[in-house]
């Protein structure tokens, strides 16, 4: 029941969808982010990736800036 | 005198008086001396930090308090990713409405969490109440959040050397328990006696004057808009925001919801001189702050009550001003009023539509975020007023080749070095996101075309503002821009999140490599810092740079716009 509505089920990710939308990238934002789209638990996915990779840049940032 | 700018003045007289007691109430709390709350709050504290297992005596050095707060930020945003992504079937959905696609998502998730709140979906068809009600908690989050960092930097200014700054999660949990929660409890009621909806029932069905039948939305927007007001977080509960009749439904609300929205900023430049024993210095950083933000003000309510030129050669009358995107109940005064101290202050709430305001208005918003530092957001205000501080006071110390001191504590290369990767930062953000867009959309102005409603001057200034208004993390917009896009989702939270964290790692370690040194007694070759004079070399320095980084923009935006229209 939960894996059914939870987007993010890992068994519904697809990661030739990842080679699709290198394929239609084209300088385009408009299509790279429908293709995005298509597939919510992929989007849901990098977008919290993207967001976790940033905060580990800030706790780099603090080293940095000790050292600095 | 004209009775709107009466209340004008009135409304920021009121501003001032109410925010000094509350500085005084909040250098208490942070002191740790006893308040009249505290028989209320100090149960709730405990019991907190028992189900949790946080040691609330603990002290934390610097970098300890900094990577509390990026691991809280950094747990709410993947708990609001998954809310906001699966919504549509979550409970406390009334009106059915559908979850967030991804880029949406993480735009909005970064939006509330960093405490911008600029939101690229309207809350009556884009949010459930679920939604509504988790974006009301990271406005607490985001808010507690800076006033917690800003009192670390406080401790940090204090005379005595060490590296231990105090808890901060008890600063965060004090922070929420005895200044948030209580203010927004009480203008949550005056609210909701003025009108405005508390409710978790869906959407009521009303007939209209011409007879039509239409839903109407509401929810629990009471206790969403005193928050959205007091953290300066600025995300409205519908897309109208505080223009909408159900978030401030009369003159009085709108005096009431300005006064909030200001309180907490002003506020903490006050707390700063009681906690460290240094009203002066609080003095010197309020008159500079308070004269450019009346610098900013004073013409953008004469612009917006003069009229529009543009309006005016259609031959339209201009008598009660340039009332294009305003609303009859607050007027021009009040609206241009609002407009300075929401992008002043990073609330971004709007009372009517910036993208409808004179040139000139329009620069000044988008100065007042270009600066913010002129009170700024809850905590970060002064965090950013700081780093000006630092960079005026090395300076200074060179001109009377002196060896620069803060509060006693020498400022020295590695100080100056981060100070100089902040102050950069914000301009580096706003101009290679501008640079971008406008690149984008004059390489494919018809693939791009449903971005901007005016190219030309205005629509630069759209692009200009938005990415302004995320690194300043105000989350204001002017309205004309087509945002829910992958590229304005996904670029626009980028820039939230390296300008509201960057900008408070730089000057808490700034503070705490202060706060280790030898503290050095005033003595007659000390630069004073909080003197008149002092104040006068720290808004050349604002103003210099500041004029340095954005005139070229500016020019190419709302300055080119003013001069086509005269």
């Not at chain 2, 929810?219 to 909408?244: C, D, E, Q």
């Amino acid at each position: 029941m939960f894996s059914k509505k939870v987007n993010l089920s890992i068994k519904h990710l697809k990661y030739k969808h990842l080679t699709q939308i290198h394929k239609s990238w084209n300088g385009n934002w408009n299509v790279i982010g429908k293709q995005l789209n298509t597939q919510a638990n992929m989007s849901t996915i990098i977008f919290i990736v993207l967001g976790l990779l940033v905060y580990a840049l800030f706790y780099k940032f603090i080293h940095w800036f000790e050292k600095i | 005198m004209n009775t709107e700018i009466l209340g004008v003045i009135f409304t920021y007289i009121l501003t001032v008086a109410l925010a000094i007691p509350l500085g005084r109430y909040i250098g208490k709390v942070f002191n740790y001396e006893s308040t009249w709350l505290d028989k209320v709050f100090n149960p709730v504290d405990k019991l907190f930090f028992r189900l949790s297992g946080i040691d609330a005596a603990t002290e934390m050095n610097w970098k300890q308090h900094l990577a509390a707060l990026l691991t809280i930020n950094a747990v709410w945003f993947i708990v609001s990713m998954l809310v906001l992504t699966n919504m549509s079937w979550l409970p406390l959905n009334p009106d059915g409405n559908p979850s967030m696609p991804g880029d949406l998502a993480f735009n909005t998730s970064v939006s509330f969490v960093t405490n911008t709140n600029l939101q690229h979906y309207s809350g009556e068809g884009g949010m459930s109440y679920l939604g509504q009600l988790i974006l009301m908690l990271w406005q607490f989050i985001s808010a507690g959040t800076g006033i917690a960092i800003c009192a670390v930097v406080f401790m940090a200014l204090k005379e005595k050397t060490s590296d231990t700054l105090g808890n901060f999660y008890s600063f965060f949990v004090r922070s929420c328990t005895r200044i948030l929660l209580p203010i927004t409890c009480v203008v949550a009621v005056i609210l909701v006696f003025n009108g405005t909806p508390m409710t978790l029932e869906g959407k009521d069905t009303m007939i209209s004057l011409q007879g039509d039948t239409v839903q109407v939305s509401r929810g629990p927007v009471a206790a969403f808009v005193a928050i959205k007001h007091l953290g300066t977080n600025g995300g409205g509960f519908f897309g109208a925001n505080s223009a909408h009749p159900f978030e401030n439904p009369n003159y009085f609300t709108n005096i009431v919801e300005i006064t909030t929205q200001m309180l907490i900023p002003m506020a903490m430049v006050f707390a700063l001189g009681f906690v460290i024993k240094r009203r002066k210095l609080s003095w010197m950083i309020f008159g500079v702050m308070s004269m450019g933000f009346l610098i900013l003000t004073i013409p953008t309510v004469i612009a917006e009550m003069n009229g529009s030129p543009a309006i005016a050669n259609m031959g339209i009358a201009q008598g009660m001003g340039s009332m294009e995107g305003k609303e009859v109940r607050f007027g021009a005064a009040a609206s241009g009023y609002w407009s300075i101290a929401t992008t002043v202050i990073s609330t971004g709430s709007i009372n009517s539509m910036h993208d409808s305001f004179t040139p000139i208005s329009g620069m000044n918003q988008m100065l007042g975020m270009m600066i913010n530092a002129f009170y700024g957001g809850v905590g970060v205000g002064i965090l950013n007023f700081f780093i000006f501080i630092i960079l005026a006071v090395f300076i200074s110390g060179l001109m009377v080749g002196r060896t620069p001191e803060f509060l006693g504590k020498k400022i020295e290369a590695k100080e100056m070095k981060i100070a100089m990767v902040v102050a950069l930062l914000h301009p580096f953000l706003i101009l290679v996101g501008t640079a971008t867009a406008s690149h984008l959309y004059t390489g494919n102005p018809t693939e791009y075309a449903g971005w901007l409603s005016n190219p030309s001057h205005h629509g630069f200034g759209q692009m200009l503002y938005e990415f302004t208004s995320s690194s300043a993390n105000n989350g204001s917009g002017f309205e004309g821009l087509g945002d829910n896009t992958p590229f304005w989702n996904t670029a626009c939270g980028l820039v939230m999140l390296l300008a509201r964290y960057l900008p408070i790692i730089g000057p808490v370690a700034i503070a705490g490599a202060l706060a280790g040194k030898k503290y050095i007694p005033e003595s007659n070759g000390t630069l004073k810092t909080d003197t008149a004079t002092f104040g006068l070399m720290v808004f050349a320095v604002i103003a210099i740079i500041a004029a340095l980084a954005f005139f070229p923009a500016l020019t190419l935006g709302p300055i080119a716009e003013y001069f086509s229209l005269h």
